[in-house]
């Protein structure tokens, strides 16, 4: 019980001091439980580093398209797998009809 404040003063700092360990805790589970926004940032990480890569590769309005692409599948997923469901089966399709 040596570490148990002996003015309000000390009470002060150590409840201070106490609620910022908290604040941090909380705020490190807090991320550590963003599964989802994690994983959006990685993915936003690989889009700009694969961007810098193309940029020095291809013209910059290429490498800017490739970057637009890029994000329009990481925030609508389901219309781009939609679309390439829909390509296989017209060129199945297709290669049915020829044969």
Known sequence: MNDF????????????????????TLNALAYKLNVKGRASEAVGDSIDR?????????SPSAAERFRHSAYAVRNHPLRVIAVLVALVVAIRLSLRLRS
């Open 50 to 58: 694969a961007s810098t890569k193309i940029a020095g590769k291809v």
């Open 5 to 24: 404040p002996k003015t309000a003063e000390q009470a002060r700092i150590d409840r201070d001091a106490t609620r910022e360990e908290i604040t941090e």
